[in-house]
C-alpha cells in the first residue's frame, strides 16, 4: 500500500507497522527532522537514510499493531511536527542572541539599566541575511485546525 | 549459530561515536562488531537468542537516533 | 510527551515582534510559555495572528502579550532579567539539604523500599558519633544560609543516639555559623518512645512519616516483622505529637507530622480514602507518589506496579476529590500539583531538586551513608548499595565540599538535566516549570541521559502539568486559580524554612 503526497515536501509509503518518509532536506533541515522524528521513539522505531542528495528517507516502525488508519495518521502527525519543529526553530533562532544576554544579565551582570530599543538596534545590525522559508501548508489541515 | 543482523546508517546522518556508543549499550544482546563503507556506518549483529533479533536492530536504531542528536548539541553521554 | 496537535505555518512568521516562547495545545487552547514561567492560553486563530505579527496595539490581548513577554520588541529587559534572576535563584546557593542515614537497620521490609535496608541486628551498620561529629563539620562548610538535615534510614531511630548528637552538636555549632538550620527525620515512628519524641520536640525536630492511606492499604503495603498493625503504631504516633504541638502553643497547621505516600497497585482504587485519611489526621499536604519502578523482582512489580497512564488517571481524579474538598471548605493540597503550580503562578521556584533545571544532586542536596560516604542524594546512594560508585563524591574523612561541589559526577548530573540541552525537553511546553533528574533515568535505563520519550519521569510531570494547565483554561470564573495559588502560599515555621522532605524515594 502507498500514499503518495509530493507537495508538502513529504512523500508517504505504508507497510505492514511501518511508514516511509521522504523528507526534502531543503525544506527541513536536519535538525528539524530529527526533532521531529525523536518525538516519536515512545511509539515507533525510527531509522534515518540518504535517498538521495537533500533527501532524507525517515521510516517509522511502531512498537505496536497498527491498522492501515492509524499509519495514515502516524504520517499526518509527523509531517505536522515537522511544521512545529521548523517554527520552533525559527523562534529559537531569532531570538537566540536576546536569550543569551537576558541569562546573562540575569546571573552574572551588573551593567545599569538597558533598554529593548538599543538592543534590538545592535541585534539588527548583525542580523543575519534570512531568506524566507519555502514550507508548504500540510495537505490535512489548514492553519488554524 | 543466528544469522547476523546486518544494519548501515549513513555516515550523512548519523555520527560513527553515537553508532558506536549504541551498539556498546546493546552489547549484552548479542556479538556486535562495527565497520564502515564509504557512505556507511555498518554494525553487524549476532543476537544471542533469536527472540532477541528485531529488538535488537530497532532499538539499537532509535539509541543511534538519540546519541546522534545528543551530540549534533554538542553533549557527549 | 506528545506531538504538537496544531497545524503551523512557519512562512508566517514575524521575527521582529515575537519574543521566545514555547507552545502546545490544551483543550482545543494554544498554551504559550516561556522561560520565566509566565502562560497564556490563546485560540488557535489568534496564535497564528500572533506569529504573522497581527495582533495590532488597541487589541487588549496586546498588553496581556506584552506583560508576559510574549513581544520580542517590547521586552523590558531589565524587568525579565530580574524575573529570571528569582527564578534561578537557587542556583547562587551550595547544598542545603543533608540526608544522613544514621544507620541502615530497619524493622519494616516494605514492599516497593529501595533504601539499601539491614536486619535489625546489624548494628555494624549504625553511623558512629565520630563520623556524626565530622558530617556536621563537613555539611557547615556549604556556602548556604539555610542548612538542613535530614535523618534517613534504614529506620533512623534506630540509632537514636546519632541523632541526639547531630541535633545538639549541630544546635550548638550554629550559635556561631548564624545559619537558619533545619532539623528533620523520616521515619516509620514504630521504634519511637515518649523520651525520644520530647527530645524531638524540644529541639525543633520536625518528622515526616510513611502512611499509604487506610489501614489495610497500608499494612498491605508495609512487611512489618511484628504481627500488629504498623498503621495503629504510626498513627497514634503522629496523634500523640500532634497533641504534644498544640499543648506546647505550636500552630497545628505548621507543626505537625507530616507523612508521605506510595501509590501501589493496591492504591489506585481508593483516592478519597487515601486524601481523607490525611485530612482527618490533620495533614493538609498529600503527595501523591508513583512508585519508581527500578530494583524490584518482576513478580513483585507485577503485584504492586501499573503503567503510568493507570497513575495518570488515579492521580487526576484523586486531584479533583482534593479540589472538590477545598471548595467545600477544607484545605488540603497536593504536592506535586503545589511544587508546579508555583513555577507556574508565581515568581519562585520552589528549588524542589527532582524538579529542576539543572538538578539539584550534589549541588542542592548531598547524602551521606553510615560510613561517612557522601553520595549526591539518597538515590545516588542506592544506586552506590546497586555496585556503582557513580554517584559517590568523597568521604568525610578525606574530602572537602569544594572537591565535593567540583566533582565530575555532579558536573556531569547538571550536563544531563539543564533542560535547554536536552532533545524534546528544550522545546517542550513545559520546559520552564519542569526539570530532569538524571538518577532517575540512571536507576530506570542505566545511563543518566534518558530518552525523555521513554521515561516515566517524564510521562509523569509531563501528564501532571498537562492536567492542571487543562483545569486551569476552563476556570472561568478563577474560583479554581484561588484554590491554587493558596496551595503555592508556603508558611515557615518559626525560626525554620517550610519542611521539604528530601526523601522522594525511601519509604
Not at chain 2, 549504541?22 to 564502515?36: D, Y
Not at chain 3, 556536621?136 to 535530614?150: I, K, N
Not at chain 3, 513545559?430 to 530506570?444: D, I, R, W
Request: glycine share 6%.
Amino acid at each position: 500500500m502507498s500514499d503518495e503526497t509530493p507537495d508538502n515536501g513529504v512523500t508517504t509509503e505504508l507497510g505492514e507497522r511501518r511508514v516511509r518518509f521522504s523528507v526534502d532536506e531543503s525544506i527541513y533541515d536536519l535538525d528539524v527532522v530529527m526533532g521531529a522524528a525523536y518525538l516519536f521513539i515512545d511509539r515507533c522505531y525510527v531509522y534515518l537514510d540518504r535517498e538521495a542528495d537533500r533527501r532524507v528517507q525517515v521510516v517509522l516502525r511502531t512498537r505496536a499493531a497498527a491498522s492501515e488508519d492509524e499509519l495514515h495518521a502516524l504520517a499526518g502527525h509527523f509531517a505536522n511536527e515537522l511544521l512545529n519543529q521548523a517554527l520552533r526553530k525559527q523562534i529559537g533562532e531569532s531570538n537566540a542572541r536576546l536569550r543569551e544576554f537576558i541569562m546573562a544579565r540575569a546571573l552574572f551582570s551588573a551593567e545599569g539599566p538597558s533598554t529593548i530599543d538599543r538592543l534590538l538596534a545592535e541585534l539588527d545590525a548583525e542580523e543575519m541575511a534570512s531568506d524566507d522559508l519555502d514550507i508548504p501548508v500540510p495537505w490535512e489541515k489548514t492553519p488554524g485546525g | 549459530m543466528a544469522e547476523p543482523l546486518a544494519l548501515r546508517f549513513h555516515k550523512s546522518l548519523y555520527l560513527g561515536d553515537a553508532v558506536r556508543r549504541a551498539a556498546e549499550r546493546f552489547a549484552a544482546l548479542g556479538a556486535i562488531t562495527l565497520g564502515e563503507s564509504d557512505a556507511d556506518w555498518l554494525v553487524s549483529a549476532v543476537p544471542l537468542r533469536e527472540s532477541v533479533r528485531a529488538r535488537l536492530g530497532d532499538e539499537l536504531s532509535n539509541h543511534a537516533l538519540f546519541e546522534t542528536i545528543l551530540a549534533r548539541k554538542g553533549i557527549s553521554t | 510527551m506528545m506531538n504538537t496537535e496544531l497545524t503551523v505555518d512557519p512562512r508566517a512568521f514575524d521575527r521582529k515582534t515575537v519574543g521566545y516562547f514555547r507552545y502546545g495545545v490544551v483543550n482545543g487552547q494554544v498554551l504559550m510559555t516561556n522561560d520565566v514561567g509566565e502562560h497564556l492560553f490563546l485560540d488557535p486563530a489568534d496564535f497564528h495572528r500572533f506569529l504573522a505579527g497581527q495582533i495590532d496595539r488597541g487589541e487588549p490581548l496586546y498588553d496581556q502579550l506584552r506583560r508576559r513577554y510574549f513581544f520580542k520588541h517590547e521586552l523590558d529587559l531589565d524587568g525579565l532579567a530580574d524575573k529570571l534572576r528569582r527564578k534561578k535563584a537557587f542556583l547562587l546557593n551550595g547544598p542545603h539539604l543533608h540526608a544522613i542515614v544514621t544507620t541502615l537497620r530497619c524493622n519494616h521490609s516494605c514492599r516497593y523500599c529501595h533504601a539499601s535496608r539491614a536486619d535489625m541486628d546489624r548494628v555494624d551498620t549504625d553511623m558512629s558519633l565520630e563520623t556524626a561529629r565530622k558530617v556536621v563539620d563537613f555539611a557547615f562548610t556549604s556556602p548556604t544560609p539555610v542548612l538542613g538535615f535530614e535523618f534517613q534510614g534504614g529506620e533512623p531511630t534506630a540509632n537514636f543516639e546519632v541523632i541526639r548528637f547531630v541535633c545538639d552538636y549541630a544546635l550548638e555549632k550554629n550559635r556561631y555559623e548564624n545559619k537558619e538550620l533545619l532539623l528533620s527525620l523520616v521515619s516509620n515512628l514504630t521504634l519511637m518512645t515518649d523520651e525520644k519524641m520530647n527530645y524531638l520536640l524540644d529541639k525543633g525536630v520536625m518528622v515526616c512519616t510513611s502512611l499509604d492511606g487506610p489501614a489495610d492499604l497500608h499494612d498491605k503495603n508495609r512487611g512489618w516483622m511484628e504481627k500488629h498493625s504498623s498503621h495503629a503504631a504510626v498513627t497514634a504516633w503522629m496523634d500523640k505529637f500532634n497533641a504534644e504541638w498544640v499543648r506546647r502553643g505550636f500552630d497545628p497547621d505548621l507543626f505537625h507530622v507530616d507523612a508521605l505516600m506510595t501509590t501501589t497497585r493496591h492504591s489506585l482504587s481508593r483516592g478519597p480514602e487515601i486524601v481523607d485519611e490525611y485530612v482527618n489526621r490533620g495533614i493538609r499536604s498529600i503527595h501523591l507518589r508513583p512508585l519508581n519502578p527500578f530494583g524490584f523482582a518482576v513478580n513483585t512489580w507485577k503485584q504492586i506496579g501499573y503503567s503510568m497512564d493507570e497513575f495518570l488517571a488515579f492521580y487526576k481524579s484523586t486531584l479533583d476529590y482534593i479540589i472538590e474538598l477545598n471548595r467545600q471548605g477544607t484545605f488540603v493540597q497536593e504536592r506535586l500539583a503545589s511544587i508546579f503550580l508555583t513555577k507556574m503562578l508565581t515568581p519562585d521556584d520552589p528549588n524542589y531538586s527532582d524538579c529542576r533545571s539543572p538538578c539539584g544532586s550534589g549541588s542542592a542536596q548531598l547524602a551521606y551513608n553510615f560510613d561517612g560516604s557522601v553520595y549526591t542524594d539518597d538515590e545516588g546512594r542506592m544506586a552506590a548499595h546497586m555496585g556503582n560508585d557513580f554517584f559517590k563524591l568523597g568521604h568525610v574523612d578525606t574530602s572537602s565540599m569544594d572537591e565535593v561541589l567540583k566533582h565530575p559526577t555532579v558536573k556531569a548530573l547538571a550536563v544531563a538535566s539543564i533542560q535547554d540541552a536536552l532533545p524534546a525537553c528544550h522545546s517542550c511546553v513545559h520546559k520552564a516549570t519542569c526539570g530532569v533528574q538524571p538518577l532517575h533515568n540512571y536507576m530506570f535505563d542505566g545511563d543518566i541521559f534518558g530518552q525523555r520519550p521513554l521515561s516515566r519521569k517524564c510521562q509523569e510531570f509531563y501528564g501532571v502539568q498537562q492536567y492542571l494547565y487543562q483545569l486551569l483554561s476552563t476556570d472561568t470564573d478563577g474560583s479554581l486559580q484561588r484554590i491554587f495559588r493558596r496551595w503555592t502560599i508556603q508558611r515557615s515555621r518559626p525560626g525554620t524554612t517550610p519542611y521539604v522532605p528530601a526523601s522522594e524515594v525511601t519509604s
